[in-house]
C-alpha cells in the first residue's frame, strides 16, 4: 500500500492542517480565561453591567499585570484609556471577600466573583468615563472576548468540518493509487473528495441546526455500527466492484472522521473555558 509519505499531496495537506491545528491552539491558549496566569482572570467595566451588556468593555487577565500572591489579596493593575485601573480582590479560605478599584487615584465600585478554578472575576459599576462610542471601538479591537457560547459553538463546528475534511483528503491522497482529482463516480463524473464534502458540510448544518455537538448518539454503538457500513461499502468496491460503493465508503469515512474531530473540538473548548 502506498504510504502517506510517498504522495507529495498527502503531504502538502497534512502539513496544512498541522499549521492550522497548531494556529488554533495557540489561539486559543491565549485567549482562554483558564489558562490566564493572572489570579484576576477578566475584568467587566460598564454602567449597569447586571441589567444591560450594551456599553462595556472586557480586559481579559492576560493583559492584567499582578504583584506576587501575599496570602491575604490580589493586587493588580492595567493601563485603560491612559490611565492606571488598580484592583485589590482580598480572600480567606477559599472564597472571596471583597475587591476595590481606583481608576486614575478615583474608586469605583466594584465586584468579585469566583471564574474558572481559583481566579476572581472582577465587575466594574462604572463606564469610567468612557463613552459609548469609544466602548464599541475598543470591544472591536478584539471580538474574541466578547463572543457568547453560541457563537464559540458555531466555530467549532465550522472547524472541525475543515479539519475533518482536510484529514479526509489526505487520506484519499495517501491510499488510492490515483490523484485525487481523478477518483470519478461512474457517469456522474463527481469527484469522490467532492462527495465527502458535501458529507461533512450536510453533517455540520445537521450538528449545529439541532444544537448537538455530535451528529450520531453518543456511545461504542454508533461508532461500530458505522465503521460497519464502512467495511460493507469497502467490500463491495473490491469483491464486487460496485459502482457507488467506492463513493458511498469515503463518504461514510468522512463523517466518521467529521464525528471524531467535532467530539475532541467540542471537549477542546470546554478544556479552554469558552464554553461550560
Keep these: 500500500m502506498t504510504t502517506v509519505f510517498k504522495k507529495p499531496f498527502a503531504w502538502v495537506t497534512a502539513l496544512i492542517m498541522i499549521v492550522l491545528l497548531a494556529a488554533s491552539a495557540i489561539?486559543?491558549?491565549?485567549?482562554?480565561?483558564?489558562?490566564?496566569t493572572?489570579?484576576?482572570?477578566?475584568?467587566?467595566?460598564g454602567n449597569d453591567w447586571k441589567t444591560?451588556?450594551?456599553?462595556?468593555?472586557?480586559?481579559?487577565?492576560?493583559?492584567?499585570?499582578c504583584q506576587p500572591d501575599d496570602g491575604k489579596e490580589w493586587a493588580c493593575?492595567?493601563?485603560v484609556e491612559g490611565k492606571p485601573l488598580e484592583m485589590t480582590v482580598s480572600y480567606s479560605n477559599q472564597s472571596l471577600t471583597g475587591c476595590s478599584v481606583s481608576y486614575g487615584g478615583q474608586a469605583?465600585?466594584?465586584e468579585a466573583t469566583l471564574g474558572n478554578g481559583w481566579q476572581a472575576n472582577l465587575l466594574i459599576d462604572s463606564d469610567l468615563g468612557i463613552s459609548p462610542a469609544r466602548m464599541?471601538?475598543?470591544?472591536?479591537?478584539?471580538l474574541l472576548l466578547y463572543m457568547n457560547e453560541s457563537t464559540w459553538l458555531l466555530l467549532g463546528v465550522a472547524f472541525a468540518a475543515v479539519i475533518a475534511f482536510l484529514l479526509t483528503l489526505m487520506l484519499l491522497g495517501a491510499l488510492n493509487k490515483k490523484t485525487v482529482a481523478n477518483l470519478f463516480i461512474p457517469q456522474i463524473r463527481l469527484p469522490v473528495w467532492a462527495l465527502s464534502l458535501v458529507t461533512i458540510v450536510a453533517a455540520s448544518i445537521v450538528s449545529r441546526a439541532t444544537g448537538m455537538l455530535l451528529l450520531l448518539p453518543l456511545g461504542v454503538g454508533g461508532s461500530l455500527i458505522l465503521g460497519v457500513v464502512i467495511v460493507w461499502f469497502n467490500n463491495l468496491h473490491k469483491k464486487r466492484a460496485v459502482a457507488f460503493a467506492h463513493p458511498a465508503m469515503w463518504a461514510a469515512a468522512s463523517l466518521a472522521i467529521f464525528w471524531g474531530v467535532n467530539l475532541v473540538t467540542a471537549f477542546s473548548l470546554l478544556i479552554?473555558?469558552?464554553?461550560?
Excluded: W
Excluded at 489561539?27 to 490566564?36: A, D, G, Q
Excluded at 464599541?136 to 478584539?142: D, F, P, T
Excluded at 479552554?272 to 461550560?276: A, H
Design 27 to 36: 489561539f486559543l491558549l491565549r485567549t482562554s480565561p483558564r489558562f490566564s
Design 38 to 45: 493572572a489570579p484576576i482572570a477578566s475584568v467587566l467595566i
Design 52 to 65: 444591560t451588556f450594551t456599553n462595556y468593555i472586557r480586559i481579559s487577565g492576560n493583559d492584567v499585570t
Design 77 to 79: 493593575q492595567v493601563m
Design 108 to 110: 469605583v465600585a466594584c
Design 136 to 142: 464599541a471601538e475598543l470591544r472591536s479591537q478584539n
Design 272 to 276: 479552554v473555558g469558552v464554553v461550560d
